[in-house]
């Protein structure tokens, strides 16, 4: 089992749409978790840092189940410009705070 | 620029030669990540450090790989030997670190292409 799995992808969705994504995560001592995205091509950048009490960055929300071992990415209102493969990154006490990232869900927003 | 640099931005070798890769990360950072991405997936955990102190390397990773960060500023990693299989993204990335786990700054990535 992968220490981090997401939503296998692609989701292509209409502009205007809301889009879910989800990440599971196996390590029970997990502590620290994050969205990133990525554009075609290019580096990995931080979206949002997913808190216990769940946060809100303008349209997009994070959500972290504890007991349930998985966050979620939420994006309302999508818009083209949010094409790009989101990756769900976790880091563990136990395994010295290294950033383990999934595989990616993969994007598309389509007019 | 106060980000992430690395260098090359891209490298073609033949196989079996020894290729080497820079990363500066960002200055007040203290830890460093090493990570290969191949295309459709995500970046593969390969070596971190704490400063100088290499901290873990995957044991995915042939001996044929090496990173090394000797005054706990820049780094550097090296493929001997290479492979076609090596070709890949070779992402760096650095951190204010410890335990808990601090968010992430990437560099562009070094495009590696073995023929």
């Known amino acids: 089992r992968k220490e981090v799995e997401q939503d296998p992808g692609p989701f292509n969705v209409p502009e205007g749409a809301t889009v879910a994504f989800n990440c599971t995560y196996s390590?029970?001592?997990?502590?620290?978790f994050f969205w990133y995205r990525q554009d075609c091509r290019k580096e990995p950048k931080l979206l949002m840092s997913?808190?216990?009490s769940g946060n809100e960055d303008g349209r997009f929300t994070a959500q972290l189940n504890r007991a349930s071992q998985y966050i979620s990415l939420l994006i309302r209102d999508s818009k083209l410009s949010d094409s790009a493969t989101y990756l769900c990154?976790?880091?563990?006490?136990?395994?010295?705070?290294?950033?383990?990232f999934g595989q990616g869900t993969e994007l598309s927003v389509k007019p | 620029d106060t980000g992430v640099s690395q260098d090359p931005r891209h490298k073609i070798t033949k196989r079996g030669q020894n290729v080497t890769f820079r990363c500066d990360p960002i200055?007040?950072?203290?830890?460093l990540y090493w990570y290969r991405q191949t295309l459709g997936q995500g970046p593969e955990f390969l070596t971190y450090?704490?400063?100088?102190?290499?901290?873990?390397k995957s044991r995915l990773l042939s001996d044929r790989f090496s990173a090394e960060r000797p005054k706990g500023s820049f780094s550097t990693l090296e493929i001997q030997r290479t492979e076609q299989g090596d070709s890949a993204m070779y992402l760096c990335?650095?951190?204010?670190?410890?335990?808990?786990?601090?968010?992430?700054?990437f560099g562009q990535g070094t495009r590696l292409t073995v023929v």
């Open positions: 990335a650095s951190s204010r670190g410890g335990a808990q786990g601090t968010e992430a700054f």
């Open positions: 390590n029970s001592a997990s502590q620290s």
């Open positions: 997913v808190y216990s």
């Open positions: 990154v976790v880091s563990s006490y136990n395994q010295g705070g290294k950033l383990i």
């Open positions: 200055s007040e950072h203290n830890r």
């Open positions: 450090f704490q400063n100088e102190a290499q901290l873990e």
